[in-house]
């Protein structure tokens, strides 16, 4: 099988280098290595191999791969920012090989049908990258054919699991507020509404992730001896000849991994690729490495003293993530009905019920809009936004709001007990930040401008404290409702009306859940609500867009073709490339980035790739 550690003597030479070993970089090599086993391919990634690894393959065991010794995530630490109360946000991305899809929630979510439009460019509309949704998953779930695949290398199921009592409460609750329950919020245009959601989990309880779906079977097929995996690499810099032809890679082991005795420089190695070198460390290490070999803003470059090759101010600019924040309810829930006790298990593989390993612990959520009158109450600023960027477009969700049965804000919250933790995340952030290198070494500092809640009409800030407010009258009208967990809710002054409370009983009877009273907030309310929101909105780990794919004078770095401008044999696959954002959970887009590279890389060298989905020889274990 060749996954090597380290580099072997006689691999000096490939037709393909691909930079990173994450969603997309395993759909493109996975893709190409299919469809000509003869095509000599390396496929680079920092971290270590991920295959069969507990806290990777078991759904129940997400929240490990938060944890820095577990070593499968890397965690990039943001400048200090006014706008979060002088906090240093850390960002988490993929560290292993399979990138985020090895170490997310797993929630399936795709963007809407006017996101993609609204990238326009070329062969990259929704109904031109149908095929690629489609063709990437094998799906379980309620939908039509029309819109998904049942044959890709990916399953979307249920897994093993589910608490019909938190998705029956909140379906429930929701529609108490004004929210329908919709049976597929993944068309591409559903919105406004709760339903059921799925999972890249296949029905035996195994994560699908990007590794194990695309790279792995091919590997023990022992039929693709020219698909080369190196893990616990990092990439340097691509080598440019005096045509600024991309002609190889300079790597070095990661010293995490592979340590030096002291006062021994790190080895450095050169790959030559005959064909193309491609880029796919996603939004936060592909501008670094297009940096590092002289591509980018000529400003960031002199600064580092890196010589300019290219000049494109569009690299590592206008870094977005959604902006998320999570709030704990106390509830009357059983064991059997949330994910606390394996959370808080010392031994998780060893708890009672082995089919909630197979649970992320999501099984509701939702992509949300304001009422009309809550848009009114929001204020002038907020309506003429509203106005122009979501009026005209109904299948744009202000906020995605997911219900996950567990505790996900403090582990170190009294045991035992059941809870249920709300996170509300913004579809379509007006902020921007950037991330760009200081240095031309892979020790100097990253520069890296989170940029949350720096839009000039606070209406990031906004949409959160409507979320919150609107999340926790859905949460009052569920019959499991016992109060707020009060950390992860702002701190209201004494005598508010939107005081937390604790409750031993729900807050209607029977199914009255007209009977709630919603909460009122005054001034003050909505001043501690803003202050706590600075404080604890965090990532959502779906960064995206510092290389986009866009015309070069709109500070695009990728044609429509994810050719690096002004390179040729150089291409950039990835979350990077996303010229807008999307309202969904992001690796699906990322993956979907995945599948159109490959088939655009194979258009390029004469290769089909295969019409139905399926890789050919291994598929993946189910």
Not at 14 to 32: H, P, Y
Request: glycine residues 10%; hydrophobic residues 35%.
């Amino acid at each position: 099988m060749p996954l090597y550690q380290k580099l072997p003597e006689n691999l000096d030479e490939v037709d393909i280098i691909i930079a990173g070993g994450g969603s997309a970089g395993c759909v493109v090599a996975g893709r190409l290595a299919a469809a000509d086993p003869g095509l000599s391919i390396l496929l680079i990634e920092q971290g270590r191999n991920n295959y069969d690894l507990p806290s990777v393959i078991h759904p129940a065991l997400f929240a490990q791969n938060l944890v820095p010794a577990t070593g499968t995530a890397l965690f990039y630490q943001a400048n200090k920012a006014k706008e979060l109360n002088g906090r240093k946000p850390i960002v988490p991305s993929g560290g292993i090989l399979g990138g985020g899809s090895s170490i997310n929630f797993m929630l399936y979510t795709r963007g809407q049908r006017s996101d993609y439009d609204a990238w326009n460019m070329p062969g990259w509309s929704t109904d031109e990258l149908l095929p690629f949704f489609k063709r990437l998953e094998t799906y379980h779930g309620d939908g039509h054919p029309q819109t998904h695949g049942f044959s890709g290398p990916i399953h979307v199921s249920d897994g093993t699991h589910r608490s019909p009592v938190v998705m029956n409460e909140v379906l429930a609750a929701a529609k108490a507020v004004g929210y329908p329950e919709i049976h597929d919020l993944q068309d591409f245009d559903a919105n406004n509404g709760f339903g059921t959601w799925y999972r890249t989990v296949c029905p035996s309880g195994r994560r699908q992730d990007a590794a194990h779906t695309f790279i792995h079977p091919l590997l023990e097929s022992n039929t693709h001896p020219n698909l080369h995996v190196l893990v616990e690499h990092l990439v340097i810099r691509v080598l440019l000849d005096n045509n600024n032809d991309a002609t190889g890679i300079e790597l070095t082991p990661k010293p995490a991994h592979q340590p030096i005795l002291s006062g021994t420089a790190h080895p450095t190695h050169t790959i030559n690729a005959r064909k193309l070198v491609i880029i796919s460390s996603g939004a936060l290490g592909s501008p670094a490495i297009l940096e590092r070999s002289g591509i980018g803003c000529p400003t960031v470059l002199s600064a580092a003293n890196i010589p300019l090759r290219i000049p494109l101010p569009g690299v590592g600019h206008a870094y977005q993530d959604h902006n998320l924040v999570l709030h704990t309810y106390k509830t009357s829930l059983s064991p059997s009905e949330t994910l606390d006790e394996i959370l808080t298990c010392p031994s998780p593989l060893t708890a009672p019920s082995k089919t909630m390993l197979g649970w992320n612990g999501c099984d509701i959520a939702s992509k949300l809009r304001p009422s009309p009158s809550a848009i009114t109450s929001l204020g002038p600023v907020f309506q003429a936004a509203w106005d122009r960027d979501f009026a005209s477009a109904p299948d744009k969700p202000l906020m995605l709001t997911a219900v996950l049965a567990g505790c996900l804000t403090d582990p170190a919250v009294p045991r035992p007990g059941q809870y249920v933790t709300v996170g509300n995340y913004t579809a379509y952030p007006y902020s921007r930040g950037h991330i760009h290198v200081t240095g031309p070494g892979l020790d100097d500092r990253l520069d890296f401008n989170l940029g949350f809640f720096t839009d000039a009409d606070e209406i990031d800030i906004m949409k959160l404290q409507w979320a919150y407010k609107n999340s926790r009258e859905i949460m009052r009208r569920t019959t499991f409702y016992r109060g707020e967990l009060a950390n992860s809710h702002p701190t209201f002054r004494v005598g508010s009306k939107a005081a937390l409370i604790t409750t031993d009983a729900a807050l209607f009877e029977g199914d009255r859940r007209q009977d709630v009273v919603d909460i009122e907030y005054d001034t003050d309310d909505d001043l501690a609500i803003e202050d706590f929101l600075r404080e604890k909105t965090e990532t959502t780990w779906h960064s995206l867009g510092t290389n986009k794919m866009a015309p070069r004078k709109d500070m695009g770095v990728v044609d429509a073709d994810l050719n690096v401008y002004g390179t040729t044999g150089l291409k950039v696959v990835d979350l990077s490339i996303a010229p807008g954002n999307v309202g969904a959970n992001t690796n699906n887009t990322a993956l979907v980035i995945g599948e159109k590279g490959a088939d655009i890389i194979a258009g390029e060298l004469g290769l089909a790739l295969s019409p139905c989905g399926r890789l050919g020889l291994g598929q993946a274990r189910t």
